[in-house]
Nanobody
Framework: QVHLVESGGGLVQPGGSLRLSCAAS????????MGWYRQAPGKQRELVAGITSGGSTKYADSVKGRFTISRDNAKKMVYLQMNSLKPADTAVYYC?????????WGQGTQVTVSS
């Protein structure tokens, strides 16, 4: 069982930055592929960024060069550094832990980019 708690969301102006954090419980956190997803009103949930147990990363085309995902296995933390934020980045951001067949989600944190 893995319990995920996101933090760091908020209101930011276009061009600003935020750092999301995801705190995880569970003894085998290091084996999970971790991801950040987001869901905007009226839209499907989409993958923003993912990082494997080995540290390989992938990003949605819309955030490449602006967002960076990282993990600290010793602290059981995953981070999403978001720079050059745009209004289109406004959404609820969810942390995900995946190790088939297990799949866990956090409760989400709201990110609003607006002037």
């Amino acid at each position: 069982q893995v319990h995920l708690v996101e933090s760091g969301g908020g209101l930011v102006q276009p061009g600003g930055s935020l750092r999301l954090s995801c705190a995880a419980s569970g003894s085998i956190f290091r084996l999970y592929t971790m991801g950040w997803y987001r869901q905007a009103p009226g839209k499907q949930r989409e993958l923003v960024a993912g990082i494997t147990s080995g540290g390989s990363t992938k990003y949605a085309d819309s955030v490449k060069g602006r967002f960076t995902i990282s993990r600290d296995n010793a602290k059981k933390m995953v981070y999403l550094q978001m720079n050059s934020l745009k209004p289109a980045d406004t959404a609820v951001y969810y942390c995900n832990a995946n190790l088939p067949p297990s799949d866990y989600w956090g409760q989400g944190t709201q990110v609003t980019v607006s002037s």
